[in-house]
Structures are given as C-alpha cells and as structure tokens.
C-alpha cells in the first residue's frame, strides 16, 4: 500500500479561496427599499421559572362548618412571550422625519426575536372559605378573593381588554408592567344545595298523604359576584413610526367616572384621552380602567318520584341560568374616537331555562 502524502509535507494540490459573500445574505444596501425580514430563536433563551408560596389557617366550627383563611402568591419569571420585534428606531432618534435609515437594522424590514423569555408576572391573593357539608338536608361552599395580579405581557385578547400588542416600546418595557387582564380584584361564590324536609324519611309529614306532593323537593344554586376586567385606551392610528400594534393613547386626568356618572353610553371620561405627538408614545398606564362586574345567579329545583323498586327513580330537574335575569356587561369601546368609543354595546347572555328528566333503574 502506497501511502499518498505526508502531513509533515503539507497537503498537495491545496488552494483556498476566498468565496463570494452577498451584501448580507438576503438584504438590501442600506438606503435601498428592504425587503427581508429575519426571524430567530434567542440563543441563550432562558426556562421560565415561578417561586410559589402560601400560608392557610383552618377552624372548625359547630355544625360541622369549617372556615379557612390562606394567602397564596405566585412570582412568575423569564416567561415566553409573544414575538417581539427589535427593529425599532432608539426613542432618542425618534422624529417624524424617522427614516428606514434610522432603524437599528435598515437593511431589514424587521428582526424578530421568537418567544422571547421576557415575561414576568405577579400575584398577592387572600382567599376566605367557609364550607359545610351535606348533613341534615343541606350544604353550602362560599368562598372570597382579593387578588392583585400583575404583567408585563397580555395574552388574554380584546374580550378581556388585553392591548393588541405585546410591547408597545421594545427600549422601555418597563412601560408596559401594570394590571393583568385577568386582575379580578374581588371575587364572591356561594353555593348550597338544601332538601325540603318533608316527606318520607323527613322530619315533617313523613305518613302525611301531602308527602305525594311536597315531598322530595330539594332547591340549589350559585351565586357569582365579581369586580370589573381591566382595559387600555388605544388609538386608531400608530404615529410612533418605530413599532407596529396598538398605542395607547394620552390620558390627561383620571378618567375613571363616579358610579352615579357612570352610563352604558359614556362608560368613563372619554375627553380625558387623546392622541399622542407624532413619535411619541402615550402616557397611559396599562389597564387603567375596569369594565363592568358580574352579578349572577343560577339557580336549581328538582324531585325524585319512587318507581317500582328502592333503586328505580324518577328525576325531575328545572334549571335557572341567569335567575335574575341581570344585565352584565362587556368591555366598552376602547379605541380613540373609534365606533362607539366609551360605550358598552354587548352584554352577556340574558336568562334561561332548562328542564330535564332522569329515570334511574
């Protein structure tokens, strides 16, 4: 076997060459009109992470009712968020004469960094529970929150009143830390369930021939008490040329009204609001305003009639959705001197009824 060469005498017939490189790989000179946009992975992206903690005290009172009273709080870092576009023009460069050339990146319409791990979050919540359980005919659940949840990153769309972007300042997010669209301040539940106690097998009329007729009855419900969603004022039009999505427009005073101020047609102060300069982003806070609460109640009847055997029932069963047929409202128009701007034009769904029946053998 001839051995070809030897390292020790280099390797023969070897010539390297310089290839031929583009301007960058798929972009323009700057000053030409660009048309590529790259999109990347952070390389050292990071594994969000939350340090969770709670502390309860629990009571037991007579009549088999238990009372509890915890704090539960929950501190969210380095959490994925939405694509998040670096190409802005640096606020201290921002005019209205801002060009393409002024961008970080002018060879490229924009640079997108993919769920990037910049999201953090914040939750405090005292919760109260008092429960009892079924004995005698009758139990309830009630429970209390009084929460404050906080972020820099709204997820939970316009239903909720989430702003349409998720950093509206790439060099200040900061600006964009303030109530969660799911910052539900105070939150009441209480549901029961009671038997009539009549009947067979009832304290009352137990052998009354009445026990045909008022016996076997039992009443339920839920009750749901709750503070409004949280929502931002945003502009029809974006005049900070440097970043795309909504803007939230500039509030001179508080524009919270009174309660008896308050009316479907003028929901907050819309005067207190207007457009920001050109180049220049709102003053507004994030969720700054609350919409609606909700006040429901569903409610329940039903009645077990005996068939032929001790397993063989039927079940009658009347369901309220909505009992007191209570108005509760969506999200007013949150878009600057846009359609219905302040006014609340939805509402949820009005009562309902449902009945059933159930035969078991």
Partial sequence: MTVPFYLKDGVPGLSLTKPPLNDSFGSVRVGQNPNTAPTFYETNRRTGYALQSNFGIQRQLPANIMVEVSYVGNLSRKLASSNLGMNQVRPELLTPASTQRDRPFPQFTNVTIVLPSLGVSSYHAMLLRAEKRF??????????????????????????????????????????????????????????????????????????????????????????????????VTTQVNSVYSAAGALRADVSRNPNLPNNQRTLARWFDTGAFSQPPAATFGNQGVNILRADG???????????????????????RAEFFNFANHPNFGVPGRVLNGPGFGIVGSAGPARSIQLGLRLAF
């Fill in 294 to 316: 909700v006040i429901n109640l569903n409610a329940s009847v039903q009645r077990n009639f005996g068939l032929w055997s001790e397993q063989s029932k039927l079940q009658f």
């Fill in 135 to 232: 004995e005698s005919g009758w139990n309830f659940l009630g429970t209390y929150t009084w929460s404050k949840f906080q972020n820099n990153t709204n997820e939970g769309g316009s239903v909720l009143g989430a702003e349409g972007s998720v950093y509206s300042n790439y060099y200040n997010r900061r600006a964009d830390w303030g109530p969660s669209e799911n910052d539900i301040r105070h939150r009441l539940t209480w549901s029961g369930v009671y038997e009539l106690p009549f009947g067979k097998g009832k304290k009352y009329l137990a052998d009354s021939p009445m026990r045909h007729i008022i016996g076997g009855w039992g009443v339920g419900g839920i009750l749901t008490l709750q503070s409004g969603a949280p929502f931002t």
